[in-house]
């Protein structure tokens, strides 16, 4: 079976590792299964390869306790909203029939990310249309649409509709990013340096959890976006 409870969604392979990664980490040690679909390859990336970036997608879903990877190998920077490419995704959302998506930020400085969030949103609700036919390994795919959509954030600050208490699996979180050895920062790499690749990053990315946990009394938390009203059943469900 390969249903998750979770699909987690970026144009990039570490998107998800570095938003949401806590998250992922926090829900896997809960019961739930969670895959990772990588929209692109990164190969233009100033730092690794694709080789180096399948492998280390690899070290980082192992620590985070991910069930699935997949990667649809569209054009890094310039992947569209073609036909094609979204049956790509729908094709992938069928198959792990996730209950929540995690999406790329609704908009970043990065023009993949908020190409993606919009690129992933149109996906999940095309996979729910009956009258779309998709297969896969030759076997037809009954429609499917998630529950909800949520947005991490990214680079850029958005204020966050909610957030979720990640202070027990931040090194987790950073484990897994660190496992992007090209990457991130390395004081012996003699690779071009890049706007995530110093050691201050990772001081950034502390503080977002840290500024987004201080907004809910925790230490760190992660943040997202809806794309829709969330319903609880009791208030003390918000707290």
Excluded at 40 to 67: F, K, M, N
Excluded at 104 to 115: E, V
Excluded at 171 to 193: G, H, L, M, V, W
Aim: glycine share 8%.
């Amino acid at each position: 079976m390969e249903k998750v409870d979770i699909l987690g969604i970026g144009a990039h392979p570490d998107d998800v590792e570095l938003s949401a990664g806590g998250t992922i980490a926090k829900h896997v040690k809960a019961g739930k299964k969670v895959a990772i679909v990588d929209l692109t390859q990164g190969e233009l990336g100033s730092r690794g390869t694709i080789e180096t970036r399948y492998s280390e997608a690899h070290d980082a879903s192992r620590i985070l306790g991910v069930s699935f990877r997949e990667n649809l190998k569209m054009q890094d920077g310039f992947f569209g909203h073609s036909k094609e490419e979204l049956l790509k995704l729908v094709v992938q959302i069928r198959r792990f029939q996730p209950e929540i998506v995690l999406a790329n930020a609704i908009s970043d400085r990065h023009p993949d990310h908020g190409k993606g969030s919009a690129f992933i949103s149109d996906a999940c609700f095309l996979a729910g249309l009956r009258k779309i036919e998709t297969e896969l390994n030759g076997k037809s795919q009954q429609p499917w649409r998630p529950k909800a959509v949520y947005h991490y954030i990214q680079d850029r600050y958005i204020q966050p509709d909610f957030a979720i208490d990640v202070t027990e699996f931040v090194e987790t979180k950073f484990e897994a990013i660190r496992a992007y050895k090209t990457q991130f920062y390395d004081p012996e790499s003699n690779e071009p340096q890049t706007p995530i690749s110093g050691k201050e990053f990772f001081d950034f990315l502390e503080g977002r959890m840290r500024q987004f946990g201080r907004e809910i009394g925790v230490e760190f938390a992660e943040g997202y976006t809806v794309e829709r009203v969330p319903g609880v059943e009791y208030l003390d469900h918000l707290i």
